[in-house]
């Protein structure tokens, strides 16, 4: 088992910025990638970005590529999500998930093993 908690979710004005955190606990040795999805209301779930937990490789959604940046500490099992520049369509319930096994490409809700409980983004125009 793996448990994710986000935080740093918030409202902001547009062209602003804020950082979401993930903090996994449990099975942590055994992580293979952490993501970011979010969902906005009446949509699906998206995918948002990626990160490879032992290479640090990045994957980004088109929509957020040279704005959103993922990280990730070892130390702290945690998983960071710079989101920059800001947009009204950025709002949505932000998701961070865990998957345990090699799965190429980890852009899918179903190549995840976990979930946290979300955090919400709101972005006034």
């Known amino acids: 088992q793996v448990q994710l908690v986000e935080s740093g979710g918030g409202l902001v004005q547009a062209g602003g910025s804020l950082r979401l955190s993930c903090a996994a606990s449990?099975?942590?040795?055994?992580?293979?990638?952490m993501g970011w999805f979010r969902q906005a209301p009446g949509k699906n779930r998206e995918f948002v970005a990626r990160?490879?937990?032992?290479?640090?490789?990045?994957l980004y959604a088109d929509s957020v590529k040279g704005r959103f940046a993922i990280s990730r500490d070892h130390a702290k099992n945690t998983v960071y999500l710079q989101m920059n520049s800001l947009k009204p369509e950025d709002t949505a319930d932000y998701y961070c998930?865990?998957?345990?096994?090699?799965?190429?490409?980890?852009?899918?809700?179903?190549?995840?093993?976990?979930w946290g409980q979300g955090t919400q983004v709101t972005v006034s125009s």
């Open positions: 998930a865990a998957g345990l096994g090699s799965r190429a490409p980890y852009s899918n809700p179903y190549e995840y093993d976990y």
């Open positions: 449990g099975r942590t040795l055994d992580l293979y990638a």
């Open positions: 990160i490879s937990w032992s290479t640090s490789t990045p």
